[in-house]
C-alpha cells in the first residue's frame, strides 16, 4: 500500500482498550453506528469520556485531492497552510480555502517525507518524518531560512499553545518544546480511561485543549494538556463514508485539524480528500 502504512506501528486506543491494526475495521463498524446525533449511552463499565459524533458540515471546499495531508493550519484572510508527504511529494504551501487553489508552494527533497505544520511568529515549522530534522520557512514567501533539531524520537504532528510549541511522534507521547531552542521543557503521556492512546499524528490547539488526529482513524482526540488525559473523542467516520460513496475509493484517512480562532470556525480533511469540510460540534460535546 502507501509508503506510510508500513511506517506506523498498529495499535490503536479507544475507551481503555488497545486494538490491532486488524481490529480497526471492526472498531469503525462499531463507530458508524453511533447516532450522528447524539451521544452514545455509556457502557455499563466505567467509561468516563464522551463520544460525540454529532456534527454538522457547514460548508465544503475543494481540496487538492494529490495532497498527503499532514499538517493543517488556518492564518486568517480565507487561508490555510498545508505540510504535505510521502517521498518525492513532499511540500509546504500556502492555499486558497475558497478554491482550494494553491498560491505558493515549497516543494522539499525527495528523500524528506514531510510531516507536521506550526507558525511561531514569522516562521513556519515542519517537521520530517524519521529524523529529528525540521525545517524553517518564511511566513510570507515560504522560502527555506534554515534547520532545526528536536528531542523528539520522530517527527509527525506539530502545533503550539503561544508559550510552546507541541509535538507527536507517533506514540502515544506529546512534548512541549522551547520555540526559541526547541529544547524540551515536559512531555505527557495521552491516556483513555488509563490506558496509553498511541499513534497520535497531526495536532491542533483548540479552546484550552489538544486536538490530535489519530493515525488509522477517522476521529479526533481531544487531550487535556495539563495531564495528557482524554477529555473527549471527535467521530467523524461519516465524512469518508460520504466520499467513498460518492466515488473517491482512493483516499486514505482522516487528517487535518485547523482552528480559525477568531471566527470559531473548524476545518478538517484528510489524506488524498477532495474536499475540506467546515464543520459545527453539537453543542452536548462541551
Known amino acids: 500500500m502507501i ?26 463498524v462499531v463507530l458508524l453506528e453511533v447516532s450522528s446525533a447524539s451521544k452514545p449511552k455509556k457502557a455499563a463499565s466505567t467509561r468516563q469520556v464522551p463520544i460525540n459524533s454529532g456534527f454538522r458540515i457547514v460548508r465544503e471546499y475543494p481540496h487538492d485531492a494529490k495532497a498527503f495531508t499532514q499538517g493543517l493550519l488556518y ?13 518525492g511529494e ?27 505544520l506550526a507558525l511561531w511568529e514569522n516562521k513556519f515549522l ?12 518564511d511566513e510570507k514567501t515560504l522560502s527555506l531560512l534554515g534547520t532545526f533539531k528536536h528531542p523528539m ?17 507517533g506514540s502515544s507521547t506529546l512534548y512541549f518544546l522551547d520555540p526559541h531552542n526547541f529544547a524540551e521543557i515536559r512531555r505527557i503521556t495521552v491516556k483513555d480511561n488509563g490506558e496509553a492512546v498511541e499513534l497520535l499524528n497531526e495536532l491542533e490547539y483548540v479552546k484550552g485543549e489538544i486536538w490530535a488526529n489519530v493515525w488509522q482513524m477517522n476521529s479526533i482526540a481531544r487531550i487535556s494538556p495539563k495531564d495528557g488525559r482524554v477529555v473527549g473523542w471527535i467521530v467523524l467516520d461519516a465524512l469518508r463514508k460520504s466520499l467513498i460513496s460518492a ?27 477532495p474536499k475540506l469540510y467546515e464543520i459545527v460540534l453539537s453543542p452536548e460535546l462541551y
Open 3 to 28: 509508503q506510510e502504512m508500513g511506517k506506523r506501528r498498529h495499535r490503536l486506543s479507544l475507551g481503555g482498550v488497545i486494538f490491532s491494526a486488524g481490529a480497526v475495521v471492526a472498531l469503525v
Open 75 to 87: 492564518h486568517g484572510n480565507n487561508t490555510l497552510y498545508e505540510s504535505t508527504g510521502l517521498h
Open 90 to 116: 513532499s511540500s509546504v504551501r500556502e492555499v486558497d480555502l475558497q478554491t482550494g487553489e494553491v498560491r505558493r508552494i515549497y516543494r522539499l527533497q525527495s528523500r524528506d517525507f514531510g510531516e507536521g
Open 126 to 137: 515542519q517537521v520530517i518524518w524519521q529524523t529529528n530534522k525540521g525545517y524553517l520557512y
Open 153 to 169: 524520537t520522530d517527527g509527525w504532528g506539530l502545533t503550539h499553545d503561544n508559550k510552546h510549541i507541541i509535538g507527536s511522534d
Open 247 to 273: 466515488g473517491n475509493r482512493n483516499i486514505d484517512v482522516l487528517n487535518g485539524i485547523a482552528w480559525d480562532e477568531e471566527q470559531d470556525r473548524l476545518f478538517v480533511t484528510g489524506k488524498w480528500w
